[in-house]
């Protein structure tokens, strides 16, 4: 990675457009997907709207035959913003790299939905894919807050009793609403994205008052992983969430669940979206989507 592409993808992130303080959710919504519409989508598959337990979703295949799995995507966007479309370049990027079909739900958003909604309708589509399909053949994937519900959907489907999927990929994931990792003091300025403040304002639309010391909403301090698949954590060295994925993958260690956690230098929060301009976001994924393949051969 060159020091130019370095300085270009800040840049961008430092120069987005900022949502006033008085701006409406559907502002802060239109503002993300504006900003999530410049980052690349490859060609070469399909989309095809679907419905997963009652929720809208895109299925999404290779253009050839896909192989044999799934992978239940979910989004990123603080919880409260984004939906398949946000995220379409990560989630067509797996599949092609893969060859294995996406399903990417629309989960329901805070503030109209806050916590558990959007677990509980993660754990429904799993549920609904159990259905068909043997658990050992479906893998969770998701970038920020959708890698956080990655972690969370699988604590749910454990305590409900439910078979484990046969592993977890998580970009840049939020796995702590105590905000208590030390990468949000230490991380602030090399972030060109987030703040300590600002990911406490979103996270607020999604507590909307619920104690965040608990597995569901800080799995990085509270959650047991015992019984966990294997998981694969991606995250930045210029990203405040940073710690979130260091102490989930020390958890993991602790319960004897296989981990890797893999720290790329000096990018920042879901460095993966910008395979145009930068050279480790292809690399990540690549090493990503043979996680994947091993998990579902």
Known sequence: MSREQRRAIAGK???????????SIDQMRAGFAAFMSQCPVPAGHRETPATLAGRPAVLVEPTGTPRPGTILYF????????????????TANLVLRTGIRALSLDYRLAPEHPFPAGI????????????DNDPSSIVFAGDSAGGGLS????????????PMPAGIVAFSPGLDH???????????????FFTRESMGETGELYLAGADPAQPLLAPAVHADLTGFPPVLLQVGTNEVLLDDSVRL??????????????IT????HVFHAFTDTLDEAGQALDRAA???KQRLA
Do not use: W
């Open 13 to 23: 992130l430092r120069n987005a457009p900022e949502q006033p303080e008085a701006a």
């Open 178 to 192: 105590t905000r208590s990792g030390a990468s949000l003091v230490t991380k602030e300025e090399a972030d060109p």
């Open 75 to 90: 989004h990123g966007g603080s919880f409260s913003l984004g939906s398949p479309r946000t995220a379409m370049g990560l």
């Open 249 to 262: 993958a020390e958890r993991a260690r602790e319960a004897d669940v296989d981990v890797i956690l893999d």
């Open 120 to 131: 509980e309708d993660c754990l429904a589509a799993y549920r609904s894919l159990l259905a």
């Open 151 to 162: 972690v969370t959907t699988t604590l749910a489907a454990r305590d409900a009793g439910l």
């Open 290 to 292: 043979l996680f994947i």
């Open 265 to 268: 230098a000096d990018v920042p």
